[in-house]
């Protein structure tokens, strides 16, 4: 079967600011491939250190302040056993040292979260791909909570292909797998050619890897998704494509040339040519059209002669006579 589809990147990752302040430079060249951890721009980091000098000032202060709790502790520990102080000052020092034993443990996520926003300022790409145009400009102001998009990053090989197929062609399909008709590899088995918009073939064969369990109640389709490989970045996001799927091998049928099947409103059809020589115009039912020709499921049987050329000289109900080879009609011909 032959169906479109669209090519979708592989992964896509959308780089956002995590911290405010103004951008300083923009460190890629815009639609260049990008590695992962590569930095692409740099926000201006003095606000985040001085944060995070703030914050081991703060660690430095509740660890002293934790260290003279702890020696009160130790002190009031020999006292209240030769009853020097009492059982409920040595309770109040315990308390004080757990406080301060608490602070240290904040001061220190502050500083981490400190630390963890200067990291920040520096934004590197999350995958390796392809990094679109920048969206921002130096000397912009991007902001965490607004989460600002600053680029866009696109992997690119391999590549996915969505389409979609109708909910009457998968009954058709699975009715034909039931009936021994089609014989259906495992998916990810079942191949996947392209047919690009100029109708030339996509040098690199795919593979399907994905069908949804579910039918759109808005289209009657269900989605399928191919992955194929696009080692030159021939392939593009959004690009139009025919995804021709290698569904099966279709057992006992019958492959006519396009020309010898008529094709209208009501139906396609057939000439063949009675045991009398007598022509008869006969109903067929069509599969896919390929490579110029007609897949028939049904309507002849093997081993029936069906008229190929000459076909507007002949009629149905009347006799007509195979051309010879030395007639000067071409084999399969036939004529009045």
Known sequence: MEIPG??????????????????????????SDVREGQDLFLIDPREMRAAVSAAEATLARA???AANAEQDVKRYKGLVQDRAVSEQEYDAA???????????????????????NLAYTTVTAPISGRAGRARVTEGALVSASGATLLTTIEQLDPVYVNFSQ????????RQEIAQGQLRVPELRRVGVTLLLEN??????????DFLDLS??????????RAQVPNPDSALLPGQFVRARIEAGERMNVIVLPQRAVQVTARGASVLVLGPDNNVASREVTLGELREGSWIILGGIQPGERVIVDGI????PGRPARVAGTGGGAPPGSASQ
């Open 6 to 31: 669209r090519v979708q990147a592989f992964r896509s990752a959308e780089v956002r600011a995590r911290v405010n302040g103004i951008v300083q430079k923009r460190l890629y060249d815009e639609g």
């Open 63 to 65: 660890q002293a302040t």
């Open 94 to 116: 315990v308390a004080r040292l757990r406080t301060a034993q608490a602070d240290v443990s904040q001061a220190r996520a502050q500083l981490e979260s400190a630390r963890l």
């Open 166 to 173: 109708s909910s009457s062609e998968l009954l058709q399909v």
């Open 199 to 208: 109708g030339k073939p996509y040098a690199h064969a795919g593979h399907l």
């Open 215 to 224: 039918i759109d109640q808005v289209t009657g389709t269900v989605a399928l």
């Open 312 to 315: 507007q000289k002949v009629q």
